[in-house]
């Protein structure tokens, strides 16, 4: 789960450029501060359901490991 983590934290512009990241149910919502950081297409590379980028906001759709996906990035952002 760790190399998801941390090429989920590059898709989403890197550590600088998260300010949250919270697991809600099968899916992780994170504020990002540039949207244009943002790299799309690195992220559906980890197999999610969905990407739905909206403004500052990026919810990627896991399923099940969404809670378990957050504890790690978080991890590794420290």
């Given at each position: ?63 099940p ?9 978080q991890r590794?952002?420290?």
């Open positions: 789960m760790t190399q998801k983590a941390l090429q989920l934290i590059a898709g989403l512009g890197g550590t600088s450029n998260l300010i949250e990241l919270e697991p809600c149910l099968m899916r992780i919502r994170a504020h990002v501060k540039n949207p244009h950081l943002v790299n799309e297409q690195l992220i559906r590379e980890t197999n999610p359901l969905a990407v739905v980028c909206s403004g500052n906001y990026v919810q990627i759709v896991t399923g490991d969404a809670d378990g996906v957050v504890a790690q990035m590794e952002l420290i």
